[in-house]
């Protein structure tokens, strides 16, 4: 049984602790959690025959988190994960409502100090809980369009459905018919249900979670490149001064005709100078200047230095709150600078972009989104990488959003981005909180609006 609490609680960390901000990677992590805690009750019961009341009490505790807060984990995971509920006011309240039956267990059919519950009554709804929650996620993972998203859904249930029947079956069905022990097999299924899910995170992801290793990879791919890159350049630097430096001695000379022949060259040497400088410049390692400065001062500078291009723009700037940070300007309002010239060019007729700067968990964010055409799932784990970009224009090397994770990393913040195909796409900027100085509300909050009004 020990083993069972360990390994419950070691899948619950490691899903927790790599992909806190995401709602289902949470609610899968409690699952754990309080599976745990039951496993944890069953060590306890072992050793309480004369024990003192705090054993008793922390029994009674365990034993009530393991029977009903995994029931209740397991209803809500369901819900999450099937995304069947997008509003989130109504969302909060079918969790109350779901709450409802935990709280009469609790109050009406569990003893105290001697735990015990009523396990017909815990049947008639724990397992309604399980079997609708587990429909939910087949029918998630049977409805992705996403193939990336599909597998991730399918493997997660691989893992999730078999263990949650067999622990209902074991852990309630057979004791509300007074058939007990048979439980005890549950630590076994556990023990495959941890190879699988060691195998799905390392290999494909599991409830996001391979974004980790992910970055791993983004970060291994960067530093070849970079490596790669610049030994390139100088190589590519090297032939193009020799031709600069022949083009120029026969300019001088008497050429006659060949003279426009000559200005290519040195035309198109310039060129490449141009192109490898361009190119070296998003990839080099980069040293930060940092200093105090305020955000909202930064965004606005940013966008006047779009000017004259982005007054064709419905641009809207939300200010939620205001805070001076410390970090780098210059590299910031690159970054800034970036998102911006990527949205406008992402965009057809009508263009939109909103700016909204807001606070969550105590860090700093700062959204970027565009009513462009969106990209696809598929793609979007791929915006970050260096050479990859959607756009077929002429010059574009896919580094500019290379270069704004590069900054954000350097920062020890973060990148993200959200596309839906038809709706646009919002890259969420994220300051940590060892660099927000002075966070409060702003006293400009209201919508602040530049170029044509729209919302």
Not at 227 to 256: F, M, P, R
Not at 310 to 331: G, R
């Amino acid at each position: 049984m020990f083993i069972l609490t360990a390994l419950l609680w070691a899948m619950s960390l490691v899903l927790f602790l790599t992909y806190p901000e995401n709602e289902k990677t949470r609610w899968g992590s409690f699952i754990g959690f309080f599976g745990g805690f039951g496993g944890l009750s069953v060590i306890l019961s072992y050793y309480l025959d004369g024990s003192s009341s705090y054993l008793q009490l922390i029994h009674y505790i365990t034993s009530s988190l393991g029977h009903y807060g995994t029931a209740y984990a397991i209803m809500i995971f369901g819900l999450v994960f099937s995304e069947i509920i997008k509003n989130k006011k109504r969302s909060f309240i079918w969790k109350i409502i779901l709450f409802i039956p935990v709280i009469i267990m609790q109050i009406y059919f569990t003893e105290f100090p001697q735990w015990q519950t009523h396990h017909v009554f815990l049947s008639l709804w724990v397992v309604p809980y399980v079997f609708i929650s587990i429909g939910l996620m087949v029918y998630a993972a049977y409805t992705e369009k996403s193939i990336t998203s599909k597998r991730q859904k399918v493997y997660t249930c691989l893992v999730v459905v078999p263990t949650l029947l067999f622990a209902v079956f074991t852990n309630i069905i057979l004791e509300a018919f007074g058939i007990f022990g048979v439980w005890m097999l549950n630590p076994w299924v556990i023990a495959i249900a941890f190879v699988l899910f060691v195998y799905f995170i390392i290999k494909y992801g599991f409830l996001g979670v391979q974004v980790k290793f992910e970055k791993q990879r983004r970060d291994f791919t960067m530093k070849a490149v970079t490596s790669g890159t610049a030994l390139l350049n100088h190589s590519i630097k090297n032939e193009v001064a020799k031709i600069d430096l022949l083009a120029n001695d026969l300019k001088g000379s008497k050429i006659g005709e060949n003279q426009e022949s000559v200005d290519m060259i040195l035309k198109s040497a310039n060129h490449l100078f141009e192109l490898s400088s361009r190119i070296q410049s998003k990839l080099d390692i980069m040293e930060l200047k940092e200093t105090e400065f305020n955000i909202i001062d930064l965004v606005n500078s940013s966008v006047e230095l779009l000017q004259p291009q982005i007054s064709t723009v419905q641009l809207k700037k939300l200010f939620e709150v205001d805070a001076n940070i410390y970090a780098d300007p210059i590299h910031l309002q690159e970054t800034l600078l970036n998102l911006m010239k990527n949205a406008m060019e992402a965009m057809g007729d009508n263009k939109q972009i909103k700016i909204r700067v807001y606070q969550l968990r105590r860090k700093l964010h700062i959204d970027v989104a565009d009513n462009g055409k969106g990209v696809n799932k598929e793609m979007q784990a791929k915006m970050l990488d260096p050479f990859f970009s959607t756009k077929k224009k002429v010059g574009n090397f896919g580094l500019g959003l290379t270069y704004c994770y590069n900054v954000m990393t350097k920062h020890n913040g973060s990148i993200k981005v959200n596309s839906q195909l038809g709706e646009g796409t919002t890259i969420t900027l994220t300051i940590p909180r060892n660099r927000v100085i002075n966070l409060k509300s702003s006293s400009n909050s209201k919508k602040e609006i530049v170029g044509e009004s729209y919302g």
